[in-house]
């Protein structure tokens, strides 16, 4: 069992900056894949960007070069920066985790509760 509990959305102008953090309940390092989604109102929930627990980065295409996924293992925390925000980002971003284990393998995934990200002026 995986829990997660995000943190740092709020409201900021379009071209502002927001640092999203999550904290995860166990060690990061066995965790397979760390990830970031987002759900805006009436659309359905999309990847955002994700890291595996061998570094390995992903982005959506809209916010390739704009958001950048990072981890601080020592801490067990995850971070998504966002620059450049637009009013399209605007969305409840959920933190995921995505555990491996078991012969046969089970994958589980685990979500935090989400926060809301407000762009606009």
């Known amino acids: 069992q995986v829990q997660l509990v995000e943190s740092g959305g709020g409201l900021v102008q379009p071209g502002g900056s927001l640092r999203l953090s999550c904290a995860a309940s166990k060690s990061i390092g066995r965790i397979d894949v760390m990830g970031w989604y987002r759900q805006a109102p009436g659309k359905q929930r999309e990847p955002v960007a994700s890291i595996s627990s061998g570094g390995t980065t992903n982005y959506a295409g809209s916010v390739k070069g704009r958001f950048t996924i990072s981890r601080e293992s020592a801490k067990n925390m995850v971070y998504l920066q966002m620059n450049s925000l637009k009013p399209e980002d605007t969305a409840v971003y959920s933190c995921?985790?995505?555990?491996?284990?078991?012969?046969?393998?089970?994958?589980?995934?685990?979500w935090g509760q989400g926060t809301q990200v407000t762009v606009s002026s």
């Open positions: 995921n985790a995505v555990v491996a284990s078991g012969v046969p393998t089970t994958v589980r995934n685990y």
